[in-house]
């Protein structure tokens, strides 16, 4: 079941798969269409329901999915052959401070609704999980399967406690403005460091340093290879954008 391959130190950096810049790019694109109307209807721009309209709640599943799938190609990818431990845990700590920095800024803005475990918390963790799992092939995929399922058809009352929601399995939940737990999420994670097995044993798609491609693809890639500050940043200057215009 396991298809076990030796991990190497190596400091050379490792070529990019264009197409998957491209695709996060694509996912961070509609990451901010997301909360640009988000903010628009929390200023009364808009009026939107994000909790029960099919449409937005399918828009936000397909951006976590995007997000986390290659979260875990990408892990797959950085770990799966030669693991940088230098490299590994600065993007860890980068991970874990950007994390904080979102729980301390949504508990200065919205209070009670701060985001406690969103998606930085959650791929933080993932990456530390991940690494248990990057020498399996097809365990992944049934693994990955099988967590998605126990999340979408078990749930209990004794995980509602604050401090287990982390894991998920709740049967209510919780009042937060960003909320992704383990349980079904580390499944999609799983399923995409699968999929870089796939990759990379059939060579599917072309690694190169720089890629090619038109501007458009270009532009999306280029956003795909900084997700993280655009992350970081994106909202801030939406906020305060949209804030400024509703005080004038």
Known sequence: MADHIAPTLSKAPRPR?????????IAIVLMVVFHFTYDLDHFHFVDVDFHRDPFWLNFRLLIVVLFLGLVGFSLQLATGTRLNFPRYLRRLAMLVGAAALVSLGTYVVFGDKMILFGVLHFIALASLLGLLFRHFYW???????????????????WFNAPQWHWIGLMTKRPITLDYVPMIPWFGIVLIGMFSARVVQKYKLLTASAQGGGNPLTKVLALGGQHGLLIYLLHQPLLFGALSLVAFL
């Open 139 to 157: 365990l992944n995929l049934l693994l990955g399967i099988g967590i998605i399922a126990a999340g979408m058809n078990f749930q209990h009352e």
């Open 17 to 25: 798969y264009f197409a998957i810049d491209v695709l996060r790019g």
